[in-house]
C-alpha cells in the first residue's frame, strides 16, 4: 500500500543524495520525487534507499487507485507520421517527452520512438484498462493507449504512474454526488471536490460530504460538507456547472478557515 514505508524497499545501483525519512510514507516519496526531478530517495538512518519502481508497483496493492482506467492517467502526445520519422527527435525535444506514438498515413500505429529508439511491436493498453493490469507493462517499457478503433490516443510512462501515486489520499471520506455523472466535467468537478475536502480536512476533520448539481435555467450546486464541528453548506448559481460547484467549494473552504480562526482565538 502507498501507505506504507519506505523503508522496507532497497534501490539496487546509484541513489539521490535526498535524504527522507524512514516514517515517510510512499506516497509522500512520490510528491517529493516530482517536485525534486528525483527516481530514488536515500532512507535517513538506514543502507535503504526508495525508487521510483518501488512506488509504482504498489499501485497494483491499493485500490483506489489500482482501479483507475488508463484514460485518466495517460498523458497526451503528438502523432509522429512514419513520413516524418527523420524530424522525431526535434519532436522529442520540443515536447520534453521520452516517448511518441509512430504512425501511418492512416493514424494507425505501425511503432513507437522511446529513449532515441523505435521499435515496431509497442505495447498497447485500451482506454478502460485498469491501472491494475497496466503497472507491470509500465515497469518494462512505456505503453501506447489506443481508441476501439487501436487508434493513439496517449501515452503511459513512469512519471505518469508516479503522479498518480502522489494523488493518493491516505484517507477515506465518503462523497454523495448527484446530477454529476453524466455531466462532461464530472472528471475535473471531483478534481476540484476532492482537493477543498484534503484541504478541509487538515483545519478540521471531515465525516462525509455531498455534491447535487441541477439545471435550472441556469446551473445550481448545492454542497455540504459534514466535520466534528459542524455541517458547512453551501449553494451557487453560474452559467456552467464547473463553474457553480467551483464557487460553492470556495465559500465552504473560506468558511471553515473562518470558523477554524474563530475557535482559534477564544482558546487564546
Known sequence: MLSGIVIDFSKKGSVSKKIVSPKLKLYEAAKIMIESSLDSLKVDGVDKSIDINSIIFQLKNTPELAKREAKTVMGVTPLVFEKNI????????????????????????IGTWFNGRMTKKPLIVKTGTRVKLIVEKVLETPVIVVDKHRNPVGTIDKRDLLELAASYQEYTVPIFYSGVEDLSEVVRIKELVDDTITKVNKLIKVVYSSVHVSKRGVWVSHIKISTTFGT??????????????????????????????????LRQ
Open 86 to 109: 527523420s524530424n522525431i527527435q526535434n519532436v522529442a525535444s520540443s515536447t520534453n517527452l521520452a516517448v511518441l506514438p509512430i504512425v501511418n498515413e492512416q493514424k494507425k500505429l
Open 232 to 265: 458547512f453548506i453551501s449553494s451557487c448559481e453560474s452559467t456552467s456547472p464547473l463553474s457553480s460547484v467551483k464557487e460553492s467549494l470556495l465559500k465552504i473552504l473560506n468558511e471553515v478557515k473562518h470558523n477554524k480562526d474563530k475557535r482559534t482565538r
